[in-house]
């Protein structure tokens, strides 16, 4: 029997933009 290796996911962090007045 062979067994299967899992992939990680790797979280994308989003970036806030700032507002001009």
Do not use: A, D, G, V
């Not at 992939?7 to 700032?18: A, E, M």
Request: net charge positive; hydrophobic share 0%; proline share 0%.
């Amino acid at each position: 029997k062979k067994k299967k290796k899992k992939k990680k996911k790797k979280k994308k962090k989003k970036k806030k933009k700032k507002k001009k007045k």
